[in-house]
């Protein structure tokens, strides 16, 4: 018996969704029936397609082969469906967006859902390194990614172009310098995205190229808790600038080794590009770039 059409649309939304309940609510079927299509293929494919786990699931490198074709066809029939459909299929879409910079990918969200108040949106900030590799993966729809590789297989534009500044409290000595450079913040504590991001490589690559290290360095997952760590006292942070509206009340000052300037960009996988929401997205991102966000 040939795997059919079914059991790689099953499979394609567990790894989506990362889960069988959740793939399981997104096709309107139940759990036992995500989970019977998916181990039907694992047994006409003769390999594991699926690691389970407490957290979730993860690909086999024999389900990730298989799982970029599967994807593929899902987005096709979704393809088929707009046109049968046409617009009206938008009204009850859904997006999966990530992103590695949450001012411009929240700015365009909020913009998106003016225009498409109906649609459900799963959005998640990630690493660089992470954002990076589930987009290539197709694991989300489209995402909002600063210095983006280039990759063939991707639409990419811009929508923010911006440089990496200090993010001070008003109180700060070094809060009314107009800029900064390593040697003012060697004996301060400085406070970095995880390891994966963008941000902690630049700072890196910096520190060595011009040999003057960052001595004290603390590690947070987000913006919006470095933010708050500065807040709180704890240190400086090295930011994009201009990246969220949790950062009033702190001071950007510029800093002479990270003066490159960097691109955020909105990229999707090509096929995706051309689904009416995912265009839509893209489109609404775009029209909305290198603007400032209201207050």
Known sequence: MRANHHQFVAFAYVVREGSFS?????????????????????????????????DGVALTRTGQELYDLADRLVTLDSSIRERLEGYEAMSRGHLKIIANAPLPALRAISQFRKIYPDVEIDFSLYAWTTATRLLRERRADVGLITDPPNIDDWVRVAVQKTRYVAYLLPSSPLAHRDLLRFE?????TIILPENGSLTERVVREAQAKHRIPLKRIIKMTT????????LQGAGIAIFLGNSGLISRGLIEVPIAELSETHETAVVAPKDRARLHLVKAFIDTASSS???????
């Open 223 to 230: 913006f919006p808790l470095m933010c708050e760590a500065v």
């Open 289 to 295: 770039a290198f603007t400032e966000p209201e207050l």
């Open 22 to 54: 959740g793939a399981a609510n997104r096709l309107g079927v139940t759990q036992s029936a995500v989970t019977q299509h998916v181990a039907k293929l694992e047994k006409q494919v003769g390999s594991q397609l699926l690691l389970r786990s407490r």
């Open 184 to 188: 003012d913040l060697q004996h301060e």
